[in-house]
Structure formats: C-alpha cells, structure tokens
C-alpha cells in the first residue's frame, strides 16, 4: 500500500525516524507502517556532524537505496531545501523517487538551512518556495509520491506568516503541510483548525525541541495524519553509546552490559543471516539442485 492510499484511513500514520538500512529493518520488524529518513540523522550518524545543511543529496540517495534494497515500508524522505534552485529540487525529485522515496518533503529555508528547532534560521520567499513545489510536481514521475511543504516561518516571521505560507503551499499543489516548531497547544489546534480541511498535516516530535512531545494518539486527535520522531533514535544510540564506551574504557569488557546487547547470535538472527547462507549454497555447486 502506497503512502497516499494509506493516508485515507482515519489512523494517524507513525513514522519513526531511521539514517541507515540497519535501522530501518529493526523498525520495520517492530511493526511501523512507514518509516522517515531524516537529514538530521543522516548529519549526526554519517557525519558526526550537526543539521546544519552539510548533507548532500547524493549522500541522502546512497542512503536511501541502502535502505529500499533492504526494506519495502513507505519511506518519507527528508530532502532539505531540495538542494538549490527549483531545477535542483526537479533533479533531486527524480533522483530520489527512482532510488525508491514514497514521500518527498521539501522545506522553505534559505540555503544554508539548519534544524528546525534550531535558532537563526532563514527563509526564501514565498513565491520561490511555492515555485519549488511546482517544480517537484512536474519533477515526479509516480502519482502516488507526495510532496510535502514544511514551513520553518514560525521562528522567523511568526505564527499567522507560518499559516500563510502554508496556505499558499497548499494552493501550489503540496500534499502534505508540514509546519515545524509549533510552540504550544493553542497553536498546534490554531493550525489544525486553519489546514486541516485542506491537506493532511504531518506532526514533528523532536525531544527536547520547541514543540511539546506528544504520542500519536493525542496527535490523531488533535487532527494530525503523520507523526514523525525523526532523531530519537539517535538520541537514544547516543546515549547508549556513551555508556557502552564509558563501560568498556572502565571494566576492559562488555561483561556488564550483556543484558542490554544482542549477542552474536542474536544480531545474526535480525539480519537474517541464516537465511543469507542458505541462500548462498543454492549458487555455491554443493546443491545438486539449482531450482
């Protein structure tokens, strides 16, 4: 079921945030319907780096066909700024909808673009950014791949200027409206009440960010169709991080920490590689048969 058919039913679609195949197969396996692959992620993990516009699209492609080759949920795909000018964002589109994105999001901040929840951003105008959306309609070849409109107007211009934009995002042909940082519970139902006729809404959980954490559940109430939780998981790899080094630099062994690893054989069993191997011998001459 493609992302569009899936954005029918009333249930708010929860999208984990993933920067790698690996990641990726752990969510699929717990059960999410679709999964987001976040630029963020992609800086901190690949780059050791912070959001700040230091990812490049071929960097988010290679990723994503890692990803497509190894897992088949609908992926949302965090395309920046789009990469440049509006022909940028028609190459960028095609690129990553051939490399296997289900949803494309595009967002409206002047290059170089940094976090959403992150001070001093800045912004194109309106009418560039409404021309970058036409262009990643006219750029998609499958009808069925969203192009999502993310506002970052909210911390530069303010509130009512956030609801603008996204309205003439809208009107240029944006599937989803995106608009990031909302401060607070009266604002979130203000913006609701403003879009949510128009096109589905996609909600930003950032821990620690400038919108207050919220479970999908409250969200699909309030009148959200996409709960994204684009960092956590390298929030969480980080912390776990920290403790597995600071372990190992004190006891000179993972012994203590055993109950929170998967073991050899439990890693080998995730991916799969059982199967790998069998697979392997059908091509190896041992089997005397080759069907």
């Known amino acids: 079921m493609s992302l569009r058919q899936r954005l029918r039913e009333p249930r708010i679609v929860l999208a984990p945030g993933v920067y790698d195949a690996l990641s990726a197969l752990v969510a699929e396996q717990a059960g999410f319907e679709a999964l987001y692959l976040s630029g963020a992620s992609i800086a901190y993990t690949r780059l050791g780096r912070p959001d700040i516009g230091l990812v490049t699209a071929s960097e988010v492609e290679g990723t994503l066909v890692n990803i497509r080759e190894r897992i088949a949920l609908p992926l949302i795909v965090d395309m920046d700024t789009g990469f440049g000018n509006a022909l940028n964002v028609a190459r960028t589109v095609r690129m990553l909808e051939r490399a296997g994105a289900g949803a494309l999001q595009i967002e409206d901040q002047a290059t170089p673009k940094r976090c959403g929840h992150l001070d001093g951003k800045a912004l194109v105008g309106a009418a560039e950014m409404c021309g970058k959306i ?5 750029a998609r070849r499958d009808p069925d791949t969203l192009i999502v409109a993310r506002t970052d107007a909210i911390a530069v211009e303010g509130f009512e200027a956030a609801l603008e ?11 989803v409206l995106f608009v990031e940082a909302l401060r607070s519970l009266e604002q979130t139902r203000a913006a609701v009440k403003r879009l949510g006729a128009r096109a589905p809404l ?13 479970p999908a559940a409250e969200l699909e109430a309030l009148g959200f169709s996409i709960a994204i939780f684009p960092g956590g998981l390298a929030r969480a790899l980080a912390f776990a991080a920290r403790e597995y080094f600071g372990t190992l630099k004190r006891d000179g062994t993972t012994r203590a920490l055993s109950a929170r690893m998967l073991d050899f054989d439990g890693l080998n069993a995730l991916l799969g590689t059982p199967d ?8 190896d001459g041992s089997s005397e048969s080759l069907d």
């Open 276 to 283: 790998m191997i069998a697979l392997g011998k059908r091509y």
């Open 134 to 138: 036409k262009a990643a309609l006219d």
């Open 165 to 175: 934009r996204a309205e003439r995002y809208h009107e240029a042909g944006a599937d």
């Open 202 to 214: 996609l909600a930003n959980m950032v821990e620690g960010g400038k919108t207050p954490l919220r």
